[in-house]
């Protein structure tokens, strides 16, 4: 079920909220929970085997650890521990990898393996990253077995960030899963953001998205510079809204339900380096890689060769974890060299230039990477920086005067809508004519009414409606 469908707005989200309301407290979390698995079946209605496996497996694992942890049996409590790790990643392995591995060593000769075209259940790479951190959370002493079943479920299954995140660590929302709050200032500005999520998707994510399809599908005779850099731009735009727009839905749903999830995105386009860029892009999975991977690895505190082979080992797993494509591996290890070279000299000589230049900079390697991310075709990788780069195309042509030209409000309009400046501006306005909360309300209400009903208006009407992060 997709958060911006007319089953999800018109019938789901509000049944399951006004029930959500009227029961006791007690029994929140069990409706949650059955809520959730409606949620999830009505797409997956078979791999809802899967995820139940893996909260099943994961409750008495978790507990397992916590006892021997408890008795004083650290050994028993690591073996537990590992075997509980290599389950999970081994799940997702077989699940996402398994058709990636065969293409792999069919491709060597030696040996020709059928592919088993495994079907790639929604939203696993998210579910089974929580499980994880929660038996590390466990096995390290960050928090307690949870002894609730149900409590546990609910907290691997919470429709809300299920299928794409953001990736809620276990230690965060503990206390929460026992005991929650519901006030009517949360739940109104839970729904505020996540009607302001609505539109991020609805009006700028879909509208880049079918700029970038028609791009990315033109001919070689009709390319030029300007229209590859016009479709890399709109899908620069495209996966932005349409990733912090789901989060920001995400988010205000949990903030309605009592929950207080972490933010995902921090205006990552205002970025002057690509170090800073991934501090504000994604950033509960930036988080958990640091916490779970680069940290236990050594991090930065075992010299710098090993801290650059931490770097690539998390930098290789983070594009893998995006898909099983080469273009994805490729795409990791390219953040990886920009991240290296800035963390050896190149921030030293950023700090010596103009703001608008380090901007710039920034920009132009996020821009370049988001093709890498887009074009699992590697033929059609090539081709479209090549043709980015002015190989055998011209400057411009007719048709891509007449597509900027069309689209140049909207790249406008979205390029200052991913910045901060609306709520400076709208901050400085309010200073300025010293508007009181009552006034402030009102106005946020009625600019999010007039939201939902434009973005009510393009789901009825339109037809491109997809999540680019419901595929990882």
Same mark, same amino acid.
């Given at each position: 079920?997709?958060?911006?469908?007319?089953?999800?707005?018109?019938?789901?989200?509000?049944?399951?909220?006004?029930?959500?309301?009227?029961?006791?407290?007690?029994?929140?979390?069990?409706?949650?929970?059955?809520?959730?698995?409606?949620?999830? &079946?009505? %797409?997956?209605?078979?791999? !809802?085997?899967?995820?139940?496996?893996?909260?099943? $497996?994961?409750?008495? @694992? +978790?507990? #397992?650890?916590?006892?021997?942890?408890?008795?004083?049996?650290?050994?028993?409590?690591?073996?537990?521990?590992?075997?509980?790790?290599?389950?999970?990643?081994?799940?997702?392995?077989?699940?996402?990898?398994?058709?990636?591995?065969?293409?792999?060593?069919?491709?060597?000769?030696?040996?020709?393996?059928?592919?088993?075209?495994?079907?790639?259940?929604?939203?696993?790479?998210?579910?089974?990253?929580?499980?994880?951190?929660?038996?590390?959370?466990?096995?390290?002493?960050?928090?307690?077995?949870?002894?609730?079943?149900?409590?546990?479920?609910?907290?691997?299954?919470?429709?809300?960030?299920?299928?794409?995140?953001?990736?809620?660590?276990?230690?965060?929302?503990?206390?929460?899963?026992?005991?929650?709050?519901?006030?009517?200032?949360?739940? &109104?500005? %839970?729904?505020?953001?996540? !009607?302001?999520?609505?539109?991020?998707?609805?009006? $700028?994510?879909?509208? @880049? +998205?079918? #700029?970038?399809?028609?791009?990315?599908?033109?001919?070689?005779?009709?390319?030029?510079?300007?229209?590859?850099?016009?479709?890399?731009?709109?899908?620069?735009?495209?996966?932005?809204?349409?990733?912090?727009?789901?989060?920001?839905?995400?988010?205000?749903?949990?903030?309605?339900?009592?929950?207080?999830?972490?933010?995902?995105?921090?205006?990552?386009?205002?970025?002057?380096?690509?170090?800073?860029?991934?501090?504000?892009?994604?950033?509960?999975?930036?988080?958990?890689?640091?916490?779970?991977?680069?940290?236990?690895?050594?991090?930065?505190?075992?010299?710098?060769?090993?801290?650059?082979?931490?770097?690539?080992?998390?930098?290789?797993?983070?594009?893998?974890?995006?898909?099983?494509?080469?273009?994805?591996?490729?795409?990791?290890?390219?953040?990886?060299?920009?991240?290296?070279?800035?963390?050896?000299?190149?921030?030293?000589?950023?700090?010596?230039?103009?703001?608008?230049?380090?901007?710039?900079?920034?920009?132009?390697?996020?821009?370049?990477?988001?093709?890498?991310?887009?074009?699992?075709?590697?033929?059609?990788?090539?081709?479209?920086?090549?043709?980015?780069?002015?190989?055998?195309?011209?400057?411009?042509?007719?048709?891509?005067?007449?597509?900027?030209?069309?689209?140049?409000?909207?790249?406008?309009?979205?390029?200052?809508?991913?910045?901060?400046?609306?709520?400076?501006?709208?901050?400085?306005?309010?200073?300025?004519?010293?508007?009181?909360?009552?006034?402030?309300?009102?106005?946020?209400?009625?600019?999010?009414?007039?939201?939902?009903?434009?973005?009510?208006?393009?789901?009825?009407?339109?037809?491109?409606?997809?999540?680019?992060?419901?595929?990882?």
């Amino acid at each position: 079920m997709v958060f911006s469908s007319i089953i999800f707005l018109c019938v789901f989200m509000p049944v399951t909220f006004a029930v959500y309301y009227l029961c006791p407290a007690k029994a929140r979390n069990l409706l949650l929970l059955i809520a959730s698995l409606v949620f999830y &079946a009505w %797409g997956e209605p078979v791999y !809802i085997i899967v995820m139940v496996f893996c909260i099943v $497996f994961n409750y008495f @694992a +978790g507990r #397992l650890v916590f006892i021997f942890k408890e008795a004083s049996m650290p050994v028993k409590a690591e073996i537990s521990f590992i075997i509980s790790i290599i389950a999970d990643v081994s799940i997702l392995l077989f699940f996402k990898y398994t058709n990636f591995f065969i293409e792999i060593i069919n491709n060597t000769g030696f040996k020709e393996m059928p592919v088993l075209h495994i079907v790639l259940p929604i939203g696993i790479s998210f579910y089974t990253f929580q499980a994880i951190s929660y038996i590390a959370d466990v096995y390290m002493g960050n928090a307690k077995a949870q002894k609730n079943i149900i409590n546990f479920a609910m907290y691997i299954c919470m429709f809300p960030q299920l299928i794409a995140g953001p990736v809620v660590r276990y230690n965060q929302i503990s206390n929460e899963i026992h005991t929650r709050k519901i006030s009517g200032r949360d739940t &109104a500005e %839970g729904l505020q953001k996540f !009607i302001t999520g609505l539109g991020k998707k609805v009006i $700028f994510a879909n509208q @880049a +998205g079918e #700029l970038w399809e028609e791009i990315s599908n033109i001919t070689a005779s009709g390319s030029s510079v300007l229209i590859a850099w016009l479709g890399a731009i709109a899908y620069t735009f495209q996966i932005y809204f349409d990733f912090s727009g789901y989060s920001d839905m995400a988010s205000g749903m949990g903030q309605m339900l009592g929950f207080k999830f972490p933010e995902n995105f921090n205006y990552p386009y205002q970025s002057e380096s690509i170090t800073e860029f991934w501090r504000r892009w994604h950033i509960s999975l930036g988080t958990w890689f640091k916490e779970y991977v680069y940290i236990p690895l050594g991090g930065s505190h075992k010299g710098f060769p090993r801290q650059a082979c931490n770097l690539f080992i998390v930098w290789t797993l983070t594009g893998l974890w995006h898909g099983a494509s080469w273009n994805f591996i490729i795409w990791g290890i390219y953040f990886f060299v920009l991240l290296f070279m800035e963390k050896c000299f190149l921030l030293k000589l950023l700090n010596k230039i103009p703001k608008i230049t380090r901007h710039i900079y920034a920009l132009f390697f996020i821009t370049a990477g988001w093709i890498i991310f887009a074009c699992e075709d590697l033929n059609k990788l090539f081709n479209y920086l090549k043709t980015m780069a002015g190989a055998g195309v011209p400057l411009f042509n007719n048709y891509a005067v007449y597509k900027l030209y069309t689209n140049i409000l909207l790249l406008l309009l979205m390029a200052i809508c991913s910045t901060k400046l609306p709520v400076n501006i709208i901050n400085r306005l309010s200073i300025k004519f010293k508007l009181n909360e009552i006034i402030i309300f009102w106005t946020k209400a009625a600019f999010t009414i007039i939201l939902l009903i434009t973005s009510m208006a393009l789901i009825i009407n339109g037809s491109y409606n997809p999540f680019l992060y419901f595929r990882f």
